[in-house]
DNA sequence: CATGAATGAGAGTTCATTCAT
DNA sequence: GATGAATGAACTCTCATTCAT
């Protein structure tokens, strides 16, 4: 009841690349093993040699989504051989840049990781993992604050707000459109910057 | 051995904020009709008497979701009596008041609109009401920069970005947080009107 | 997306006892639903209008069968009106009739009990009813040798004897066989009380 | 990466008793391939290299255990060297140390031959191989009545009974209960033997 | 209008079986 | 011989949807 045999060896990685294009064309709950499966020549029940279920393999996906940028931002952050700013810079580049490289499994991490939260058991991770991502951003802001070189803000609310803006570039973005994605993190960091820098008395002044 | 029905009409209003309710927490194709029905003491059976099927109920959420705040948004914009400045702090407490008294609702325009992406038929329309709303937070800083309030920018990243600052607050707010959401709305607006303040050499003198 | 309605009310018990024949044919795990469903002329779907999964209609045919037998038996055992003797055989008939007039449920509760064991939430309440059965066998035992009317045996396995025997006609039984269930009752106590009368010097007599 | 394969040679007979004791807990149904395969410590893919198919496994299995059985009880019955008697305990002995020493096999006998009667082919030589053992007792039971040893009886569910009562104890029978094999084996050659050779007049008078 | 039963189309998952290595 | 990847059929269970009552 069985037949054929099949192509190269799948590798573990072309699968969750697969499968996080599915799942941002559909959402986790929409997305079907069959149409993951497909999209690297298999069959569903082939899926499973390789992932014991759907939900393994959405973590999967965003372990390694997040894994990736936390490795560049924090490499970034840690390396301290330059000021707050440019720090900021470097990481909204690589913010973005992942965004587009890695388009499919960046959206998984920013909008299919919820459906992971009513799993306890790999919640905690996940959202440890999130968390950790965004206090290097935390960092930042707080380093350039200390050094006089920004002026003080909110940070809780500052890091939402650019974590925010850069990720929404993954709503938005389009190859064909007419910025690259240098040119967009420069943009975004432009803004967050001058926000930074601006004396205060400018922008609290109302009408 | 039946009772009576126990509640009175059922508002659609009501079962809109019901499924919005579910589409936020389980996903649209994580939802049910079962389950959004209970929500309003109905049966899945019964939801049908109010609302043709899974999708129109998702439409309604959204066109209602958009509606409510693109006639605010436009309210604030088109009352010429103010500054492009305050004009934008007032849209920003709009925008995120909205996010905070209608949670579900907001959160599924802003999550759940892609499930209409490959519908055809719905898809226009959503796409049309979606980018009329970011029309009118475009019309804010065009006129900010005509009238020398604002400096230039790239108009088509930086509302992207404000957008992406504002929608990121349905992600992370908790009502017993360390800020209002009017709080929230002035840090946010405080950020973007200094970057449109701040004089350019500032900013762009890297490092 | 779906379609039609169908015959009258389908009753609890009918599709317990078409599940009992499912499983009694094929066995819990080689029975389908969808089997099961047809025998009482509805789809696999349906049947979880009625029961929640395949195990729960496992339990319900197993408590009924256990329940039916285990009243019956525990009726005429309390009735203590009668010698052991007769007592043994009232529900010898008991065993059997319900063999026969409810095989399908009978086997199931002999043959497909094994099924729940490595559940541990049913196990219990199966093993707790099924040892009440054995237990009221055991009490006319007991009673008859107290009473002198039978010579001491061992109690455990002449019971368990007993029941292997009894339990057994549903292996064997043929409605077109050459004795109706009455007269394999006679044959099977007059077995059982011929061994508990006889004088043990003839039996413990090797060659 | 691989290392060499561990084990020696596999014995048909090691596969045989695994399959068995898989069955014995799960059913045929419920057993899988690799769960037999992993407990001689190959894949299910090895195990296709020594029985061409489950089903093929399962015959093994009924097989060995019933010629296992036969041939002893066979050898026992055509010793003609003894009283019906003490062939009958002889046998008794030997069909109860067989389910004891082979407990997995004997179950599967007992329990999974089920499996096998929707299959013709396979059906008829099973169905042939376990009448041919009942035919030994029920020539046990013959010879003593015909010898005046035994009162006249229904041989047909005499046999049946008997039959039931030893097989009934491969469903208890625990190594680390109250008593031996052997013990079991003598009580219930007691309690058939008493039965054989009591005076109808005791047994028959009910009350 | 409300309901519950019914439906049928999947969805995820399992598994016996095959076969290239 | 052994293995693991692959297959496809089947299975349990879910769910949007329909409709008689």
Not at 52 to 61: F, G, I, M, R, Y
Not at 64 to 87: K, N, P, Q
Not at 94 to 105: C, F, K, P, T, V
Not at 113 to 128: S, Y
Request: proline share 3%; hydrophobic share 50%.
């Amino acid at each position: 009841m069985a037949r054929k045999p099949a192509a190269q060896t799948v590798h573990p990685a072309a699968i969750i690349e697969a499968a996080a294009t599915v799942f941002r064309r559909k959402g986790y709950h929409g997305a079907t093993m069959a149409e993951i499966a497909a999209a690297v020549n298999l069959t569903a029940g082939s899926l499973y040699h390789h992932f014991p279920s759907k939900q393994d393999l959405l973590v999967a996906v965003l372990a390694t989504g997040l894994e990736r940028i936390t490795r560049e931002v924090r490499a970034a952050v840690e390396a301290e051989d330059t000021s707050a700013a440019e720090t900021l810079r470097r990481i909204a580049a690589i913010h973005i840049r992942s965004q587009i490289d890695n388009a499919n499994i960046a959206a998984a991490v920013i909008f299919e990781g919820r459906a992971l939260l009513d799993v306890p058991d790999v919640r905690e991770q996940f959202v440890a993992q999130r968390d950790a991502l965004e206090a290097l951003y935390r960092q930042v802001i707080e380093r350039g604050i200390a050094a006089g070189e920004f002026r003080p803000v909110d940070v809780g609310v500052f890091v939402k707000a650019l974590f925010g803006a850069l990720n929404w570039v993954s709503v938005w973005y389009r190859p064909d459109g007419r910025l690259s994605g240098e040119e967009i993190a420069r943009e975004i960091a432009d803004t967050f910057l001058a926000a930074l820098r601006c004396p205060l008395e400018q922008t609290s002044l109302g009408e």
